[in-house]
């Protein structure tokens, strides 16, 4: 392998990862911002679980069918789609003038986030094809900015809170979005799946409209009450949905998620354990955020 080539390998690197840390650092930098946006958008509770959620959301609801379509159609091409509609999406929400057209924005902003992710890690992989030792390199290195865009969020969020308008906190991705499309028309290459599995709009509307469902019901329960028709029949929807889902997926060759993984006593254990931690960490940003501004004063 040359020095040129692995150097090239690594640049693509760089630019996969950047795009990566725009799109996963927000899903917690608007934590930050809740108390304002409480107040700028008389946003409510409910109103504020949405802003957040809508764009985890539907950046897990997405995400498979995404990857399949970037498997089918060019992983280049998804992520610099993904981008595109990540960053008109935060031009959107910046402008937002309610909580509705906000939750709206983020939505939109999740959907572009879902044609990023998948796509960054498959042509990774895909560029260290012959190259296990410097594959498994390059994914703990997309791992670790993963990691990294989590936990910057909220810091960075506080930051642009305290010298500019709430705006700030979408508008900061236009830059990036702007540098990491015109870095990956340079350097990343052209990237699909040789054999793309079909694409799967049934399991696809399945799992949306299941995660949706049971998303409401958490949500609107303390307002509506958790053993009130208007939280049980969503919820219990959501279940049966996603039980369909399952069944569905079951019965496909080439199925969306082989749900017969879990079978797998590991995989399962791993699976809910960093369930848990990603719905504790959600949580505990959601309400500290709130706690440490509007109860205890801090900036």
Known sequence: MTTARTTS???VVAVLC???LAVVIDTTIVNTALPTLARELDASSSDLQWIVDGYTLAFAGLLLVAGAAGDRYGRHR??????VVFGAASGLAALSS????????????GAGAALVMPATLSILSDVFRDDPVGRAKAIGIWSGVSGLGVAIGPSAGGLLLDHFAWGSIFLVNLPVVVLALG??????PASRAEHPAGMDPVGAVLSIAGLVAITYAVIEGPVNGWTSAAT????IAGVALLGAFAAWERRQPQPM???RLFANLRFTAASLSVTTVFFALFGALFLLTQILQLVLGWS
């Open 98 to 109: 309610s909580a509705g057209q906000l939750i709206a924005a983020r939505a939109l902003m």
């Open 9 to 11: 390998r690594w640049t």
């Open 232 to 235: 049980l029949i969503p919820g």
């Open 183 to 188: 870095l990956g028309r340079r350097f990343v």
């Open 257 to 259: 998620l082989d749900v």
């Open 18 to 20: 950047l795009s990566l």
């Open 78 to 83: 998804a992520r610099s789609a993904g981008m």
